[in-house]
């Protein structure tokens, strides 16, 4: 059984930075997909970036690239998502999220494809 753990997040001013990480337990292959999602208060949950762990393939919502680097540490199975150049509308719950295969262009930003996913961690931006 497939679980994730996921650590930092917290409070930042617009135009500061954050980290979070999402160490992953119980995968019987290197091939999957995982992903971060957030929820901004009173909004539905959108998914943010992806990351193939076979290729390392990455993909992004339009919303976040140039600012978010979603990258990983296979030795530790774990993903990063790197945050810069913060803005308020990026506050909300941050989720971890991973299923038994790789990512796909036209899937990897629909929940639904997941299967297993991480408590969630806060996100506030600020001033």
């Known amino acids: 059984q497939v679980h994730l753990g996921e650590s930092g997040g917290g409070s930042v001013q617009p135009g500061g930075s954050l980290r979070l990480s999402c160490a992953a337990s119980?995968?019987?292959?290197?091939?999957?997909?995982m992903a971060w999602f957030r929820q901004p208060p009173g909004k539905e949950r959108e998914g943010v970036a992806a990351?193939?762990?076979?290729?390392?393939?990455?993909f992004y919502s339009d919303s976040v690239k140039g600012r978010f680097t979603i990258s990983q540490d296979k030795a530790k199975n774990t993903i990063y998502l790197q945050m810069n150049s913060l803005k308020p509308e990026d506050t909300g719950m941050y989720y971890c999220?991973?299923?038994?295969?790789?990512?796909?262009?036209?899937?990897?930003?629909?929940?639904?494809?997941?299967?297993?996913w991480g408590q969630g961690a806060q996100v506030t931006v600020s001033s």
């Open positions: 119980g995968f019987t292959d290197s091939d999957n997909c």
């Open positions: 990351i193939s762990t076979g290729p390392g393939t990455t």
């Open positions: 999220a991973a299923r038994h295969l790789d990512c796909y262009e036209r899937t990897w930003p629909f929940d639904v494809v997941y299967r297993t």
